[in-house]
């Protein structure tokens, strides 16, 4: 049975694979059901529910994450190597990414791109670890938690969260 008047949510830490398990819910018969929403965000847990969209709604989060070293070296590679991702080149998505995840800066973020290799190393600037905590602690709505390295694998239970099949992308090695 489907749930109706149901906020499916993906959460997630950036450069986890939030896209691509976002993509294959939004294309699963969940959306035939006009009553339900879809949202992808980099909110934390607390963030979340402080949002009118989650108003007198059943909540079904994902939150989907991958080891935080993964992460910055992912980052770093696009920001050293000047790499294209969604259509902006290396500093651009990093200004873009930074903007994305919704970080209180203390200085202005063009500033933080341009020593983000030398921040990202020494400081957690995007504050990994504070919105891992807070999926760990969050006990106001229901959460799944899934690492990117085992979505494949553990896709039934997934499936089973949701009540609904999806079909994944083949496997990416990010």
């Not at 398990?21 to 402080?50: C, G, P, Q, V």
């Not at 079904?60 to 994450?65: M, R």
């Amino acid at each position: 049975m489907l749930h109706t008047n149901t906020l499916y949510i993906v959460s997630s830490l950036g450069r986890s694979g939030s896209s691509i398990l976002y993509d294959a819910i939004r294309e699963s018969s969940l959306k035939e059901d006009k009553n339900n929403y879809f949202w992808k965000t980099h909110y934390n847990a607390l963030e979340i529910m402080n949002t009118t969209i989650t108003n007198k709604k059943q909540i079904k989060n994902i939150f989907i994450f991958r080891d935080p070293v993964e992460i910055i070296l992912s980052l770093l590679n696009i920001h050293n190597d000047n790499r294209k991702e969604y259509g902006l080149e290396g500093k651009k998505f990093i200004n873009s990414h930074c903007q994305n995840m919704r970080r209180d800066w203390m200085e202005p973020v063009s500033e933080i791109v341009n020593r983000f290799d030398k921040l990202i190393v020494k400081n957690d600037i995007l504050k990994l670890e504070n919105m891992f905590d807070s999926f760990i602690a969050n006990q106001r709505y229901d959460t799944l938690m899934v690492n990117y390295k085992s979505l494949w694998e553990n896709k039934t239970e997934l499936e089973e969260y949701l009540q609904t099949k999806i079909k994944l992308p083949n496997r990416i090695d990010k």
